[in-house]
């Protein structure tokens, strides 16, 4: 059966990248907008990806969905990026050995002329030194002669220091947490944290607020549908009670043909004789 990796944290806000920081607003706009069929994200090494199937820097897999939510990270709280990954048999071989099991991603920071985030890539690597704060800021130093320029898809994006990511694989039959499933360990954090705010259930409600939202404008498609339907058939009745009432009139101001002959009058019923 095919495997793929469940749901994992990949970025944390506040990380450092090319003398940049990530913003929360960035991971939230990466995950509202991911969209395999506008632009899928692909797994690669240390940001490399070779047009050539046989190199080492080949595709390992991609991004299918995404999704941002807030954790708490040695007390304090942040916006993280989790990723659902589709693996290839090659990355599933390299985590089972423990390798490449850190993850750095590739943001588009005006994807399209959008003017909002998009995640354009994942990379893994073996160590966070090689794609650490202190090399990333190293290279943007470097300008046009970074050694990471040639492996950007634009050169305003940027790569997030690497992160250690536990990739858990899975059954394709696992979907990954549901939409009930994610409001319940939201309440259920909301409830361990005394003194916490009520953050996770507003993340909680907007996930409900996004599935109403949904089915809304479905329901919302059917009903317009309905109602062009009901307006025509309306129409159409009203056009033949029209020519109905025309074709009445019309009759009633004919002259009538079928008027019987009034009956003769006269005599007194007696049989009269001639005398011929």
Not at 172 to 179: F, H, I, R
Request: charged share 25%; proline share 4%; with cysteine.
């Amino acid at each position: 059966m095919a495997k793929k990796a469940k749901f994992k944290r990949v970025a944390v806000a506040g990380q450092t990248t090319d003398g940049r920081t990530i913003a929360p607003e960035w991971l939230t706009q990466a995950a509202k907008n991911y969209n395999r069929e506008k632009y899928g994200a692909r797994v690669n090494l240390e940001h490399y990806l070779s047009p050539f199937p046989d190199s080492d820097f080949r595709a390992y897999g991609d991004v299918i969905s995404v999704y941002a939510e807030e954790v708490e990270i040695d007390g304090e709280k942040k916006m993280a990026l989790f990723a659902d990954i589709d693996p290839t048999e090659d990355l599933i071989k390299l985590n089972k050995a423990r390798q490449k099991v850190y993850t750095s991603i590739e943001l588009d920071l005006d994807f399209a002329g959008t003017g909002e985030a998009y995640l354009v890539g994942l990379a893994v690597t073996n160590t966070p030194a090689s794609l650490g704060t202190e090399y990333l800021q190293f290279c943007a130093g470097a300008g046009e002669k970074s050694p990471l320029a040639s492996r950007k898809q634009k050169p305003a994006n940027l790569f997030s220091s690497a992160i250690e990511t536990e990739i858990e694989l899975s059954d394709e039959g696992d979907k990954g947490p549901s939409l009930a499933e994610r409001i319940a360990a939201l309440f259920s954090t909301h409830k361990k944290q005394s003194g916490a705010d009520f953050s996770d259930v507003h993340q909680a409600v907007e996930a409900v607020a996004k599935e109403v939202t949904t089915i809304d404008a479905d329901l919302q498609k059917k009903f317009t549908a309905q109602a062009a339907t009901i307006t025509e058939l309306t129409n159409k009745q009203d056009a033949t009670a029209k020519a109905l009432a025309d074709l009445t009139a019309k009759l009633e101001g004919q002259e009538a043909f079928n008027q019987q002959r009034p009956p003769a009058t006269g005599g007194d019923g007696t049989s009269i004789q001639t005398d011929c």
